[in-house]
Structures are given as C-alpha cells and as structure tokens.
C-alpha cells in the first residue's frame, strides 16, 4: 500500500510496519546508527544484549563497522533479514497512518514527536537550495557510497531522521497530546541502554489527519513564510529543516533519483521510494535541546597541529594562536572571559596530560565549528592517517582526547532559534554543526516501510 499524497507541503501518509505483540520491544529498538562511532563497546553491548532475537539490529549498519572488512556481507545479512521479518509475518503492516510519539529520556521529561512520509521531490540537499526540505549543514558527497549500497537493494527503510518544523505557536504536533485517549496505543516500552521510555499513538482519524495538515499548511504560506523571516521572493519556502540523518535522508534521495530514470509516469508518482519516513518535532519543543558537536583527532602530533592551525589562519589574514593551562577548571575559565573580548573565537583542546586554548582573531566564519573545521578538513587532505570523528558529550571528549596520539575539541552549542533564520539567509551550516540532545537522546529505530 502506498503513501497518501496529502497536499502541496510535500507530506504523505505512510503505510508503517511495526513488530507484532509477542515482540520484546526493548531488544527490537535500538539507537540510530551513525552513534557511538568511536565506541565499539557500546555496539557489542547491544549485541550481546539483542542475541538472536527480532531486533532492528538485524536491519542496520552500525556505522562503527563501516571501515571493516566485512561489509557486503553485512548488507547481504541485513537485506535477507529484512525479507524474513516481513514474509514471516514479524512486522505487521498498518493502513496508512502518522504516529505521535512521546519520549523521555535520562536528560528531558519529554520530547514529541510525529511519523510522516515526506516527497524527495520536494527535497534538496545541494548548496543554495531553496526546496521545502532542506539541509541544514553541508553534505559530504564522498559519505553517500557506503550508505546507498545499504539501501539500494533493501525492502525496508527505518527512520532515524528527524525534520523539524519552526511552529513557536505549536499548532502542528502538541495539540495531539490532548487526544491521546482517542489513539490506539501502539507501543509503550522503556528503550535499552538506559536510553528513557517511549510511547506512540496511531493516527488515523481523518478529521484529526485532516486538521494537521491544515496546521503544516498554513507555515507553508509563501506570505507567512516572508513575513516570518523578513524575507523577500527570492527566499524559497522553508518548511522541513533536517535536524539529524542529513547523510541518511540525502541516501534516499541519491537512490530515488538514480531509480526513477527507468519508471514509467504512473510509477513515478506512485512508486513507495520516492518517500521518506521521518519523525517530525517542532524547534519549539522544550525537550529537543541543541547540543555541541565535538571533534576528536586521531594519529596527530599536537604541537604539530597547533603550529599549523597557526599557519593556516595566517594566510587567510587573521592571527591565531594557542595557550596551555594547568588545569582543565583554569582552561574553562580562561575560555569564558576570553570570549567576552570582541570578535574572536576560542575553542578548548585537551591533549595527553595537557589542557589548551585556540584562539583565533577575526575569524573567517560566522561560528566556531565553521572556523575549526575549515583548518581540520585543510589539515587532513595530506595526511591520510589522521582521522577525525564528530562526538557528543564533553566526558567522552575528554576521555579520547587525552590518549596518546589524540587531541579533542570543545565546541559551544548553538541556539536552536536561530536555526531557521540562518539557513534562510545563509545557506547550510558547516557539517556537524549541532546535536539534537546527546547520543542517547537520538532517534531509535523502531517504525519501518517499504520501499519496494
């Protein structure tokens, strides 16, 4: 069964795939999986935890293993499995439906949110775009490959992608919370590792169906839309900013693209590819809390890096420098003063047995994460050992980044109302901007649908 074409705002109302009763739905759940990419313990865990039951373990590619060997085998696992679990009846098919969601976790008493299926014909993730759905930081093309052989040949797809919507009346998602009572309860579990509790209702009443996409409409509004954000004609309406599964949502879009060149007319409108399945949660919402991304660099000599970040700044006109502190209380402090003082940025390192400070004056990019990932990706391009990964939480900074041969960054959280506005008017943000909460907080795997 197809997704219900709904209206011009690009939404669709999806057939959605959930495990059937007797499942453990605490094993079948499990975090999205560009997490932890730097923790294989954490991935071992789940999987001594999971074993052999119905998981959607069983359905993913933990991104942890992308570097390994093994990977068309994974995939083959990963595609059969997917077969089995829905010709063995494990998942059962829904009519078409959205589903409103809330979840706790160990750091908000609640984050909510609803599952639709959005058009890919209404996305973009090229730099400039002015589509409805849009990226909200760069898009690294050479991540694409792994991640279409994944999906190219699958029968299901499972969300971790999250959009949001910049709905500050809440007129989309939080009026559902009044209604729960006339919702079918789908699911109602605690998530594994510590990860909180969820609840999803199934909507599909028509008149309530009806009233949120009046709701969506209405911020589609090209008139509403300008006088929002100040803007003239030449700004496209932007009503989905992707908050988290960037790469995953770009995936589906390469392999729509690259399937549609051989359907006829009637497949191309129809055909369940050209959708994605996504949660959707409002900017507004007081759970959804915009975190750092970290860097943390691997194989690098740190007076090297530092003597070079130095350089680097000095051919693009601004001074940079560096400073060692005793301690990492004395690093902080030094930090937030420094920042008070006009147009620099200033980004924290920790080394082996050192803790330090990068300051750069009349920096070339508007946020500290622009400004450090532009030295990193120049730094890199010469040194094929050094590897770089993207973190969330300052302690697992802390921890890689005093190893020997490791240095970490501390990079300042964005704020989340500023998102909308600045991709309006500045295009996407640097890749690995923000985080949408910690690792823990991240999306779980849990509804599914075909694509095939």
């Not at 759940?29 to 991935?43: G, I, L, N």
């Not at 969506?216 to 300008?226: Q, S, V, W």
């Not at 879009?253 to 055909?271: A, F, G, M, T």
């Amino acid at each position: 069964m197809n997704s219900k074409k709904t209206s011009n705002s690009g939404v669709h109302i999806p057939p959605v795939l959930l495990p059937g009763k007797n499942t453990n739905l605490t094993k079948w759940s499990v975090v999205a999986c560009d997490q932890y990419t730097s923790q294989e313990d954490y991935w071992k865990d789940v999987e001594n935890y999971v074993g052999n039951d119905y998981s959607t373990l069983h359905l993913i590619f933990p991104e942890v293993y992308l570097e390994k060997d093994d990977k068309d085998e994974r995939v083959s696992k990963i595609n059969a499995a997917m077969e089995q679990y829905v010709n063995e009846g494990i998942l059962v098919t829904h009519n078409p439906c959205f589903i409103y969601l809330d979840r706790k976790t160990a750091h908000v008493p609640s984050r909510k949110g609803l599952i639709i299926a959005v058009d890919l014909e209404e996305y973009e993730y090229a730099k400039g775009s002015q589509s409805l759905i849009r990226a909200t930081e760069g898009t690294v093309i050479e991540r694409l490959p792994p991640r279409v052989k994944v999906r190219e040949n699958a029968l299901l797809e499972l969300p971790h992608i999250m959009l949001l919507i910049d709905d500050p009346e809440r007129s989309v998602i939080e009026p559902l919370a009044l209604k729960t009572e006339s919702f079918e309860k789908v699911y109602d579990f605690d998530l594994m590792m510590g990860s909180g509790h969820i609840t999803g209702f199934k909507i599909e009443s028509e008149e309530t169906i009806s009233s949120i996409l009046q709701a969506i409409n209405a911020l589609a509004a090209p008139e509403t839309f300008r006088k929002k954000y100040g803007v003239g004609e030449d700004k496209g309406v932007l009503l989905f900013a992707v908050g988290d599964g960037n790469h995953s949502l770009a995936t589906a879009k390469v392999c729509w693209e690259n399937l549609k060149q051989c359907l006829s007319p009637d497949e191309l409108e129809n055909h369940p590819a050209r959708y994605a399945l996504v949660e959707l949660v409002n900017v507004h919402d007081e759970g959804l809390v915009f975190e750092p991304i970290h860097r943390v660099v691997f194989n690098v000599d740190t007076m090297c890096l530092l003597n070079s970040l130095k350089h680097y700044f000095m051919d693009k006109n601004c001074r940079a420098d560096y400073k060692f502190f005793a301690s990492e209380g004395a690093m902080k402090s030094w930090a937030e003063e420094a920042r008070l003082s006009g147009n620099r940025h200033v980004i924290p390192f920790i080394s082996k047995d050192s803790f330090g400070i990068v300051a750069i004056d009349k920096p070339p990019y508007n946020l500290e994460v622009g400004t450090l990932q532009s030295f990193l990706d120049d730094f890199m391009k010469d040194r094929p050992d050094v590897k770089i990964d993207y973190i969330h939480g300052a302690d697992v900074v802390a921890s890689l980044g005093s190893k020997e041969g490791n240095m970490g960054f501390f990079l300042p959280a964005m704020n989340k109302h500023d998102l909308f506005k600045t991709v309006i008017l500045d295009g996407a943000l640097p890749r690995k901007t923000f985080s949408m909460g910690e690792a823990d907080e991240k999306r779980f795997y849990l509804e599914c649908r075909k694509i095939r």
